[in-house]
């Protein structure tokens, strides 16, 4: 009989500890600002002076020649890329049939 009440506080001591500040969890662990500040400058670099030329960052070089030689590479693989669609194998199929008939397939 004395397990009764300690069955009725089960289910609110659950609740209050889920509801309990310590209990919740953030991607930003509760410090630090939640975004960057917007500082008015395009990615938050300042204009250079007139003459000046900005210095890349080290990943940038490699960054350009991966993606565009990747492209090119792309394409280039696109443009020799062999016929499979099905409309023109059935084309070849049928004029390969109609030449083993003796049929013409050439129209003038």
Not at 19 to 43: C, K, V
Not at 46 to 51: A, D, H, S, V, Y
Not at 54 to 62: C, L, M, Q, S, V
């Amino acid at each position: 009989m004395s397990s009764a009440p300690l069955i009725r506080t089960l289910p609110k001591r659950g609740v209050a500890r889920a509801l309990a500040p310590s209990a919740r969890r953030y991607a930003s662990h509760g410090h630090g600002p939640q975004y960057n500040e917007p500082s008015g400058w395009l990615f938050g670099e300042k204009p250079l002076p007139n003459g000046q030329k900005r210095k890349r960052a080290d990943w940038e070089t490699p960054w350009y020649i991966g993606m565009y030689g990747a492209m090119g590479l792309a394409g280039l693989l696109l443009y020799y890329k062999p016929d499979t669609s099905i409309h023109n194998w059935a084309l070849e199929e049928a004029k390969t049939r109609m030449e083993a008939r003796g049929e013409k397939t050439e129209y003038p």
